[in-house]
Structures are given as structure tokens and as C-alpha cells.
């Protein structure tokens, strides 16, 4: 799947190297960001129309009405493991949690980053989300909490761009991998 600037989202085949069936619109600004539920049955997009689009990923039809609620164009968005939240993320410097299937926002605006949010990622158990700001910093998360955990990381000369989790290392210890330039690794 893709996303891009001309509004719309499209389905691709690896096999025959083609687009399968007409492009996905919905949005009125460019689509920033996308992401495919666990069980491959939906999928969200996050635009700079400020909204995000729930779809049925075999039929390509939007799922409802938009999900509104940032002040800005919406960057990023992430669907948790078990398929029951969307986290996104937008230039307003704030997160908002949704539920996957009702489209209700969750709590209301969990604010901490300075600048724009780039990238989120939901940790495998659900408990976390990791933010990554235009400021070079990440935020760590907690979802029950709507807060921040400790302080911002630092270490990013320029924007952090993507965050992803990985379940555990050897050791069984939960981590956060981030990349930008370079990869860095960050026990959580």
C-alpha cells in the first residue's frame, strides 16, 4: 500500500507488479501516513486535511466519517497488535487515541512534543506508545495514563522520522528501535 500527495492511497502487487484496482480517495490533502490492521481487515490513513480515514482494505471504501480532532495536518498513525487502537500523530505537537472500531476518541490530546510528531509506534502489549518530534526528540507514553513517561529522549541531530517497536531482544527486554540516519536502540 502507498500513500501520496496526489490524495490518494493505492494497493499493489508484488507478483505482477501492478496496481490492483482504482486508487483509494477520500482525503482533500495530501495522505502522510498509513497503517494496516493486524488481521489485514482494515486500514487508517492519516492526511494534511487534519483527518484520518478508517477503510475496508478489500474494498477500498472509507469506513465511516472522518476521524477529526487534531489542529494540524495528521503525519503518522499506528493500529495497536490487537487491532482495538489507532494512535496518531500531528504538526499540532500532539497524539490522540482512537478506538479502532467505533472511531471515538480515547482521553483527549496527550501533549509533550515541541514540534511537529512524525512518527508513532504502539508497543506489542498496548501499554506504551513512542512518539518521534521534528524537535529530535522521542516521548515515551502511557497509554491507560494519557501521560508522558519521564522526559523527552534525546540524542537525534535532526527530526526523528520512524519509530518501531520490536517485542523483546534475547535478553527479554522490551525495546524500542528508532531510526532516522542511523539506528539507535533504546531500552524502554
Not at 18 to 34: A, C, D, K, M, T
Not at 99 to 115: E, K, N, R, T, Y
Not at 122 to 150: E, F, K, N
Request: aromatic share 6%.
Amino acid at each position: 500500500m502507498t500513500d501520496s500527495r496526489d490524495k490518494t492511497i493505492r494497493k499493489w502487487s508484488v507478483p505482477t507488479e501492478s496496481q490492483i484496482g482504482e486508487p483509494w480517495r477520500g482525503h482533500n490533502g495530501w495522505v502522510l501516513g498509513l497503517a494496516v490492521s493486524p488481521d489485514s481487515q482494515f486500514v487508517v490513513s492519516a492526511s494534511r486535511d487534519g483527518t484520518l480515514l478508517k477503510w475496508d482494505a478489500a474494498e477500498g471504501t472509507p469506513q465511516g466519517p472522518p476521524l477529526k480532532g487534531h489542529e494540524g495536518p495528521v503525519r503518522c498513525v499506528d493500529i495497536s497488535g490487537d487491532g482495538q487502537l489507532v494512535v496518531s500523530g500531528s504538526n499540532d505537537g500532539s497524539l490522540r487515541c482512537w478506538d479502532a472500531h467505533s472511531g471515538a476518541p480515547i482521553g483527549g490530546a496527550l501533549v509533550g512534543q515541541s514540534d511537529w510528531v512524525y512518527c508513532v509506534a504502539i508497543s506489542h502489549d498496548c501499554s506504551r506508545i513512542v512518539s518521534g518530534s521534528r524537535d529530535g526528540t522521542l516521548r515515551l507514553w502511557d497509554v491507560q495514563a494519557g501521560q508522558p513517561v519521564g522526559k523527552p529522549m534525546t540524542g537525534h541531530k535532526g527530526w526523528v522520522r520512524v519509530v518501531q517497536t520490536i517485542r523483546r531482544f534475547a535478553s527479554g527486554v522490551p525495546m524500542i528501535a528508532v531510526a532516522f540516519a542511523l539506528s539507535v536502540l533504546m531500552q524502554v
